[in-house]
């Protein structure tokens, strides 16, 4: 067997992206809810796309559009939940990485109660997921922190809101005790240094200064990595039989030539891709980044207990996502771009591209692996990855995405190389199994699912869920535990 009896196969959603129901039931405001589709902006411009300021917050506070505010609607899972659990079991799903609204139970996320309207939601999502036999993996942050907490503490950059977070994934673990034993904490924590909005609720504008912007960013992250670590310990207080997993972007990062300058710049973008992991897995900042600070002159709040916190609450297992490949030259301001979520990067000439820029590598998933692997000898979970792609409705209503079978059937061989050579790798849950609204540009046309899902980027159609070809295809990956890739 090239996996292993017990491999979590999967997909993967985010709430912000598909749950929509953005005002009932008591939820609050998240970060997600003022995020913009901008259908003039060139969809390969990473940094324009994720940028949201104090004025687009303002506007969006006053407006109860949903057509602009793509993420307020998604593909409205709050409302057929059942319909796409059912559809990812009959896949044979044997997890789905799912996350929870923190603006659906605590709207504004300093409450002294929990909404229960929130809470009993996930009530009936995680006994479906349970009735199904698919084992919940839940995401306690994923781009969905109060707008409130951004406005009215400077987001993640102010010390009280570890507390407020903590107190939320607390109230989490006591009421889904024996729904769910899989959490992770932050999504792609190392996404706070390519939009801090999102990640983190800086606003940009609030600092002009440059270093001023990068020490609050260096400051919100070190609150993140503590509530982080006092999430894992609660998890486990709680859940005796709790595993928690840290979440981060796998960026892979190739030198251009074999030019020790090249080299040189490579390897720093990989030592900056493995910070997170160091602090989260190991227990401690590398003494680096502890220079790095002292030499910018950054005050970064390091509180009398929290590198004691940090050391001792590490996590059971690295999750990861990954989508593509970078490049980094000494010469890149002359050679040709490609865009991506993660940054505008120096072309590969050897890979292809998306629509969207991003550079398809299934190597590189490999490299990762072995990389994450020989670095840490800790569980490894690929929980995104995915073919972001246009599809089309055939004249017979099928859809016929072969791409994106060859982009799987490609990522999953070189899973299942890195296994060979040893590593231990929990899982796969694909992004996303299901169409839904696009982080970067909230687009409904950026499709990754193996389930269609009818509506477009104007919030026109009629939610209607349609299989792909890709369904039938991964329903056999997994009832073959991967051996029909070689069929
Ligand atoms: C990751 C995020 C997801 C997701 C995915 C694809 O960065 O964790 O939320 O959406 O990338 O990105 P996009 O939706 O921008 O295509």
Redesign the pocket.
């Known amino acids: 067997m090239r996996f292993p009896n017990n491999f979590l196969w999967g997909g993967a959603i ?1 709430a912000n ?1 598909c749950e929509g129901a953005w005002n009932i039931d008591g939820k609050g405001m998240s970060v997600a809810d003022v995020a913009m589709f901008k259908p003039n902006v060139d969809k390969k411009d990473y940094v324009s796309q994720w940028h949201v300021s104090p004025e687009d917050i303002a506007k969006a506070k006053q407006s109860d559009d949903v057509v602009y505010y793509a993420k307020r609607h998604g593909n409205d899972f709050y409302h057929h939940y059942e319909e796409d659990i059912a559809l990812f079991a009959e896949m044979g799903f044997k997890t789905l990485r799912l996350s929870i609204a923190w603006t659906r139970i605590f709207p504004n996320g300093n409450e002294d109660e929990p909404n229960e309207k929130g809470l009993a939601f996930y009530d009936k999502v995680f006994k479906c997921l349970r009735d199904h036999g698919i084992e919940p993996l839940v995401t306690l942050s ?2 969905e922190m109060p707008i409130y907490l951004v406005e009215a503490y400077e987001g993640w950059a102010s010390r009280e809101v570890v507390d407020m977070f903590v107190k939320f994934c607390q109230v989490c673990f006591k009421r889904y005790k024996g729904l769910v034993k899989y959490w992770l904490t932050f ?2 924590i190392d ?1 706070v240094f390519r939009h801090p909005f999102t990640t983190v609720g800086i606003i940009e504008e609030n600092y002009p200064n440059k270093d001023k912007a990068e020490e609050a960013i260096y400051k919100a992250l070190h609150h993140q990595l503590l509530a982080s670590a006092l999430a894992t310990k609660y998890a486990k207080q709680i859940i005796p039989e709790a595993q928690v997993g840290c979440m981060v ?1 796998k960026t892979l990062t190739y030198p251009e030539t074999c030019n020790p300058e090249d080299i040189y710049l490579a390897y720093k973008d990989n030592r900056m891709n493995l910070l997170y992991t160091d602090v989260q897995v190991r227990g401690k900042y590398p003494l680096w980044i502890k220079k790095y600070f002292a030499d910018k002159g950054f005050d970064i709040p390091m509180l009398e207990g929290d590198e004691e916190i940090i050391a001792a609450y590490t996590v059971d297992f690295i999750s990861f ?1 990954y ?1 593509m490949s970078m490049v980094q030259s000494i010469n890149a301001e002359k050679r040709e771009k490609v865009g991506g ?1 993660l940054a505008t990067g120096v072309k590969n000439p050897y890979l292809d591209t998306s629509e ?1 820029g991003w550079q398809i590598d299934p190597k590189g998933l490999e490299i990762s692996l072995l990389d994450l692997y020989d670095r840490y000898q800790k569980p490894l979970w690929i929980v ?1 990855n ?1 073919l ?1 792609y246009n599809d089309k409705i055939e004249e017979d209503g099928t859809i016929q995405d072969d791409y994106r079978i060859e982009y799987f059937a490609s990522h999953f061989k070189a899973i299942a190389a890195a296994i060979a050579q040893g590593v231990e790798v929990m899982g796969y849950t694909s ?2 199994c299901i169409d839904l ?5 909230s687009q409904m046309s ?1 499709r ?1 699912g193996f389930i269609y899902v009818d509506a477009d980027d104007y919030n026109q159609g009629t939610y209607k869920r349609m299989k792909k070809k890709s369904f039938d295809w991964y329903k056999q990956v997994i009832a073959t535990n991967g051996e029909s890739l070689y069929e």
């Open positions: 985010a992206q994923h781009y999504n792609e996404s972007t996502s989508y979520n969207w995104e995915g972001g992004w996303a609204v696009s982080a970067s540009t950026k990754y």
